[in-house]
């Protein structure tokens, strides 16, 4: 295992354009049966160029674009190692790590599907569930574990989980996971796992933070790179901005979905409380809604993701706990009511649609004060958004301001103690001699103020001193700011 250092990162890139049947992979019978019962036909690009790679026992960084099936990617490979294990240990042979517990659903329902004719356990371990049924999973035996870093390692912790039987372990959505703060549960995670385990690592995106993590914790790793660092969205997807006032957002928002009339749509919202204000909203103008972010109980959000799965929901406002991973083939729009702030995850949302193939749209809302974030989507995606106008709803797309956003600085607070300054608030305040009684010298009492006002102690100290003892009491403003 490599550290840092002083070495340089070079990864061993393979790339892969064209699909390719998953007969001409080095699948069995078993597995190739189980693909043709899910309706699989043909390997994509990222499905060509990871399995047999990891088939090798080789360590692989894998970036494709959203929507490709990288999932089927790693589980494929974990199937054919590990399915039908005759070895006694009850431990798990391989773990998956997901940002989300929906995506660890996700993938476990995948597993499920593609293990048909073999002998395959799976445990997920996500928080929001009952820990004890986790517990009993692992101590009956499992071969695949999937699950989310914090759960993991409270596993961990108790003793419930042991890694010493790992042969594979496999990052998923690493760049996500990273965002979100979950680097130090992940790098504890790798290290309770043995030296000679194999680690896979998919991303959509790979800054350079998901490369120290390769490095680090990865041994001579091939990257399997089927887009490039610009080419990060779907040739498939329609992408869009439309300028709009703020205060008619949602008035546009109504009028696009009867518009448009989407087959399934998500629309993505900054904050919980925007979520459920527009879903409440949104209900009384369009039908079949549902909000969902990640403040509401598991058991919720798993009924709401269930219902938009079979179709019962057909516009499902949401954050960004629902903008990686979720693979529903009926999403055909997607619509940032909020734009957002960082590139990558307006990548992610707007995966969401076009996945497998097939067409999707986007469309992006944008103040005129927010052409900046815009201009930087742009220049992620190595593609320009096209402007949409809506009958009644026509502006100028030229009035959006994409003069880039200079941070701005606050004017540093002075301090009363500070050497030679005064309070913002108090710009005559006399000089420190005269408040200590004229003798040019500082006053050797830990009030600031003069002896005189202090022995006064009366009700026209405005009620900064006691009578009693003299100590100044503290303003309630100045207690908030100390809280």
Known sequence: MKSLGTMEFSLTQSTLEETCLFEDLPLSKITLKALKKA????????????????????DVVGQAQTGTGKTAAFLLPILERFANNEEKTKDPKALVLVPTRELA????????????????????LCGGRPIGRQIRQLQ???????????????????GTLQCRHLGMVVLDEADRMLDIGFRPDIETIL???????????????VPPEVERLAHNYMRDPVMCQVSTQKEVSADTIDQYYVSVQPN???????????EEQPEQAIV?????????????????????????????????????????????????????????GIDISGISHVINYSIPEFCDDYVHRVGRTGRMGKSGTAYTFVSRDQGHLLTQIEKRINKLLEPAQFDGFETNPDSVDRSPRKKSRRPRRTRAHDSGSTSPRKKNRPPRSSRSGGSGKPSTSPNPRSESSKSEGSPSNNGNFSPSNGKPKRSKRKYRRAL
Request: charged fraction near 25%.
């Open 39 to 58: 309706g699989y036909q043909q390997a994509t690009p990222i499905q060509a160029a990871v399995i047999p790679e990891v088939l090798s026992d080789q």
């Open 105 to 124: 659903d996700q993938v476990m329902q995948e597993a499920i599907k593609l293990s048909t004719g073999k002998s395959f356990r799976i445990a997920v």
């Open 140 to 158: 009956s035996g499992v071969e695949l574990v999937v699950g989310t870093p914090g759960r993991v390692m409270d596993h961990l912790r108790r």
């Open 191 to 205: 290290k309770k796992c043995p030296q000679s385990r194999q680690t896979v690592l998919l991303s959509a995106t």
């Open 248 to 258: 008619r957002k949602f008035d546009l928002l109504v009028h696009l979905l009867n």
């Open 268 to 324: 993505f919202c900054h904050t919980k409380r925007d979520t459920d204000r527009i879903a409440k909203e949104l209900k009384s103008k369009v039908s079949k809604v549902a909000g969902m972010h990640g403040d509401l109980p598991q058991r919720a959000r798993d009924r709401i993701l269930k219902k938009f799965r079979t179709g019962q929901v057909r516009c499902l406002v949401a954050t960004d706990v629902i903008g990686r």
